[in-house]
C-alpha cells in the first residue's frame, strides 16, 4: 500500500476522518458536481468560491474553528476560502492558471475517482448482473474482435468478470449482514419491517434475479468454452501476448505469456466457482427466511397457550434484569416470579393409574417425618454475596467494558502498554479488552500497532484503545 500514499500524499484521508469531515465531503461533492459542464475535472476558482459561500449561508453552521489555532472564522465567503485551500493542501484539489490567466481549481484523477467511489457507496446502486454477464458473452462471441483480441476481448472480459462476481459476493455479504441483525433485540414489528426490506431489496430483485433472468449458468459453458479455444489456438493465443505487450509495455515475452495464461485461467476458476457461490447464497437465503419467520413467530405467540405464557414470563424477567443493573442470574428470584413456576407432582397411584396398584404385604410403623436440611438466612446472604463477588469478578463483556470506560473517563485514547499487568489475571483482562473492542456493538475500539511489549514474562503486541464515535 506504500504505492497508494506515493500518489495522494500522506495527509490525503485527514479530511475524511476529521472533526469537519461533513463539511469537507459536502465540499468536495459541489466541486465534483461542478465539472458535470466542463470539458475536464477543472473550474473557476472564484465559481467554486462562490458556490462554496452559497453553502455555508444556507447549512447553519455558525463559528468554525480549526484545532491549534485561535482565528474563529464567521464569515461564509471566508469558510469557503479556507476549506478549499485545506483541501488543496490535503492533495484533494490543485490549482493552475488558465489560457485566459484566471485560476482554475483543477480535481487529479484519484480524487474524482474516490468522489465517485464514496458515492457509490453512498448510493448502494444494485449491480444489474444481466447486462454484465450479456457483455461478456458478446465479446467472447464476437469474431470481428478478434483482430486485437488482448485490447477488445480479454482486457474487458476480464475486468467485467471480476465486478461480477464483486457484485456476487456483496449479495452474499448482504444477506449475512440481515442475519446478523436478527441476533440483536427487535420486536416482532421491527422483525417483520426487516423481512420485508430483505424481500424488497434482496430476496425479490437480486437474489430473484440470478435464479431466474440473471442466471449466469445459462451462458457459462459457451464462455469457458470460448476461453479455452483462445488457450489451445497457439496462433491467436500469439497475438492475445503481443497485444498485451503493447499496451501494457511488457517487452518479456515469456513473462506477457505467463501473465495471459493466469488471466484467462482466473476468468475460467471465477465461472467454475459460479455454482458453490449460489449454493452459499442459496443456504444464507434461507437460513434467514427461516430465521426471521421462527423469531417472529416465537414473539407472536398466542399468551393463552403454554408457549405464550412461558414465552411471556421470560419476557418479563429479561426487561427487569435489564432495567436493574445490579441484578444478575445468580440471585433468587422474586417470589412474584418464583409463584408462576410452582409444580404439583404426581406423588401417588389411582384406580385411573396405568400400572397396577401394589399389595403391601407387610406393615410396617410410618417413619418419622423429618425436615430436610435448609440454609439459613445469614447463609444464604453469605452465598449470595459470594455469587455477586464472583460474578463481578468475571471477564464478562460488560465488566471489561466498564473497565476500559473508567481507564478513558478523562482520556480520549490509551496504549495497552500503559496498563498495569503484574499477574496473570491483568493478561487475561487483556486479552479480552482487545477481543470485545473488535465488536462493532462495543463502545470502545481498538487499533493495532506494529510495537511488541515485554512485561514481567508477558508478551504481546501493543494496541491502542479509543473511545468509539457512533
Same mark, same amino acid.
Given at each position: 500500500?506504500?504505492?497508494?500514499?506515493?500518489?495522494?500524499?500522506?495527509?490525503? /484521508?485527514?479530511?475524511?476522518? %476529521?472533526?469537519?469531515?461533513?463539511?469537507?465531503?459536502?465540499?468536495?461533492?459541489?466541486?465534483?458536481?461542478?465539472?458535470?459542464?466542463?470539458?475536464?475535472?477543472?473550474?473557476?476558482?472564484?465559481?467554486?468560491?462562490?458556490?462554496?459561500?452559497?453553502?455555508?449561508?444556507?447549512?447553519?453552521?455558525?463559528?468554525?474553528?480549526?484545532?491549534?489555532?485561535?482565528?474563529?472564522?464567521?464569515? %461564509?465567503?471566508?469558510?469557503?476560502?479556507?476549506?478549499?485551500?485545506?483541501?488543496?493542501?490535503?492533495?484533494?484539489?490543485?490549482?493552475?492558471?488558465?489560457?485566459?490567466?484566471?485560476?482554475?481549481?483543477?480535481?487529479?484523477?484519484?480524487?474524482?475517482?474516490?468522489?465517485?467511489?464514496?458515492?457509490?457507496? +453512498?448510493?448502494?446502486?444494485?449491480?444489474?448482473?444481466?447486462?454484465?454477464?450479456?457483455?461478456?458473452?458478446?465479446?467472447?462471441?464476437?469474431?470481428?474482435?478478434?483482430?486485437?483480441?488482448?485490447?477488445?476481448? $480479454?482486457?474487458?472480459?476480464?475486468?467485467?468478470?471480476?465486478?461480477?462476481?464483486?457484485?456476487?459476493?456483496?449479495?452474499?455479504?448482504? &444477506?449475512? !449482514?440481515?442475519?446478523?441483525?436478527? +441476533?440483536?433485540?427487535?420486536?416482532?414489528?421491527?422483525?417483520?419491517?426487516?423481512? /420485508?426490506?430483505?424481500?424488497?431489496? $434482496?430476496?425479490?430483485?437480486?437474489?430473484?434475479?440470478?435464479?431466474?433472468?440473471?442466471?449466469?449458468?445459462?451462458?457459462?459453458?459457451?464462455?469457458?468454452?470460448?476461453?479455452?479455444?483462445?488457450?489451445?489456438?497457439?496462433?491467436?493465443?500469439?497475438?492475445?501476448?503481443?497485444?498485451?505487450?503493447?499496451?501494457?509495455?511488457?517487452?518479456?515475452?515469456?513473462?506477457?505469456?505467463?501473465?495471459?495464461?493466469?488471466?484467462?485461467?482466473?476468468?475460467?476458476?471465477?465461472?467454475?466457482?459460479?455454482?458453490?457461490?449460489?449454493?452459499?447464497?442459496?443456504?444464507?437465503?434461507?437460513?434467514?427466511?427461516?430465521?426471521?419467520?421462527?423469531?417472529? !413467530?416465537?414473539?407472536?405467540?398466542?399468551?393463552?397457550?403454554?408457549?405464550?405464557? @412461558?414465552?411471556?414470563?421470560?419476557?418479563?424477567?429479561?426487561?427487569?434484569?435489564?432495567?436493574?443493573?445490579?441484578?444478575?442470574?445468580?440471585?433468587?428470584?422474586?417470589?412474584?416470579?418464583?409463584?408462576?413456576?410452582?409444580?404439583?407432582?404426581?406423588? /401417588?397411584?389411582?384406580?385411573?393409574?396405568?400400572?397396577? $396398584?401394589?399389595?403391601?404385604?407387610?406393615?410396617?410403623?410410618?417413619?418419622?417425618?423429618? %425436615?430436610?436440611?435448609?440454609?439459613?438466612?445469614?447463609?444464604?446472604?453469605?452465598?449470595?454475596?459470594?455469587?455477586?463477588?464472583?460474578?463481578?469478578?468475571?471477564?464478562?463483556?460488560?465488566?471489561?467494558?466498564?473497565?476500559?470506560?473508567?481507564?478513558?473517563?478523562? !482520556?480520549?485514547?490509551?496504549?495497552?502498554?500503559?496498563?498495569?499487568?503484574?499477574?496473570?489475571?491483568?493478561? $487475561?483482562?487483556? &486479552?479480552? @479488552?482487545?477481543?470485545?473492542?473488535?465488536?462493532?456493538?462495543?463502545?470502545?475500539?481498538?487499533?493495532?500497532?506494529?510495537?511488541?511489549?515485554?512485561?514481567?514474562?508477558?508478551?504481546?503486541?501493543?494496541?491502542?484503545?479509543?473511545?468509539?464515535? !457512533?
Amino acid at each position: 500500500m506504500n504505492a497508494l500514499f506515493n500518489v495522494v500524499g500522506e495527509n490525503f /484521508f485527514k479530511p475524511l476522518t %476529521s472533526q469537519f469531515k461533513i463539511i469537507y465531503v459536502d465540499c468536495l461533492n459541489i466541486i465534483y458536481d461542478s465539472y458535470r459542464s466542463e470539458l475536464s475535472y477543472g473550474t473557476d476558482r472564484e465559481i467554486l468560491i462562490s458556490k462554496l459561500t452559497d453553502y455555508f449561508d444556507n447549512c447553519g453552521i455558525a463559528d468554525i474553528q480549526f484545532e491549534e489555532e485561535q482565528e474563529i472564522l464567521q464569515d %461564509s465567503r471566508g469558510k469557503a476560502t479556507r476549506f478549499l485551500r485545506q483541501l488543496k493542501d490535503f492533495g484533494w484539489v490543485e490549482s493552475e492558471i488558465g489560457n485566459d490567466q484566471k485560476a482554475k481549481i483543477i480535481m487529479p484523477n484519484h480524487a474524482v475517482t474516490i468522489i465517485q467511489t464514496l458515492n457509490s457507496i +453512498t448510493k448502494q446502486e444494485e449491480m444489474e448482473y444481466q447486462s454484465e454477464i450479456s457483455a461478456i458473452y458478446s465479446l467472447l462471441t464476437n469474431e470481428e474482435l478478434l483482430n486485437r483480441p488482448y485490447l477488445q476481448v $480479454i482486457k474487458p472480459v476480464y475486468e467485467r468478470t471480476l465486478a461480477l462476481f464483486t457484485g456476487l459476493k456483496k449479495l452474499n455479504t448482504g &444477506i449475512k !449482514k440481515y442475519i446478523e441483525e436478527l +441476533t440483536a433485540d427487535k420486536t416482532a414489528e421491527e422483525i417483520l419491517q426487516e423481512f /420485508f426490506l430483505y424481500h424488497d431489496e $434482496i430476496g425479490s430483485k437480486a437474489y430473484h434475479r440470478i435464479k431466474t433472468s440473471d442466471n449466469i449458468a445459462r451462458f457459462r459453458n459457451t464462455i469457458i468454452g470460448r476461453l479455452q479455444g483462445i488457450l489451445s489456438n497457439s496462433d491467436l493465443f500469439e497475438r492475445v501476448i503481443i497485444g498485451y505487450q503493447n499496451i501494457e509495455n511488457e517487452s518479456d515475452f515469456d513473462i506477457a505469456k505467463e501473465q495471459m495464461h493466469f488471466t484467462i485461467s482466473d476468468i475460467i476458476d471465477h465461472f467454475r466457482s459460479y455454482d458453490d457461490i449460489v449454493q452459499e447464497i442459496d443456504r444464507k437465503h434461507s437460513k434467514y427466511i427461516r430465521n426471521a419467520v421462527e423469531r417472529a !413467530k416465537f414473539l407472536l405467540l398466542n399468551t393463552n397457550n403454554m408457549e405464550g405464557k @412461558i414465552s411471556t414470563i421470560l419476557q418479563v424477567m429479561a426487561d427487569n434484569f435489564n432495567r436493574d443493573e445490579q441484578n444478575n442470574l445468580a440471585e433468587d428470584a422474586s417470589k412474584e416470579i418464583c409463584s408462576l413456576f410452582n409444580m404439583f407432582p404426581q406423588g /401417588f397411584l389411582s384406580g385411573e393409574s396405568l400400572k397396577t $396398584i401394589a399389595i403391601s404385604k407387610k406393615i410396617t410403623d410410618v417413619a418419622e417425618v423429618y %425436615s430436610s436440611l435448609a440454609l439459613t438466612e445469614e447463609e444464604r446472604e453469605l452465598r449470595r454475596i459470594a455469587a455477586y463477588e464472583k460474578n463481578k469478578n468475571r471477564f464478562s463483556r460488560k465488566n471489561v467494558t466498564s473497565f476500559v470506560m473508567e481507564l478513558l473517563r478523562e !482520556k480520549d485514547s490509551i496504549n495497552a502498554s500503559e496498563l498495569l499487568v503484574e499477574t496473570r489475571r491483568d493478561m $487475561i483482562r487483556v &486479552i479480552f @479488552i482487545n477481543l470485545y473492542g473488535r465488536s462493532p456493538k462495543s463502545d470502545y475500539m481498538v487499533i493495532p500497532t506494529e510495537n511488541i511489549i515485554h512485561k514481567l514474562g508477558f508478551c504481546f503486541r501493543d494496541f491502542r484503545i479509543a473511545r468509539r464515535v !457512533k
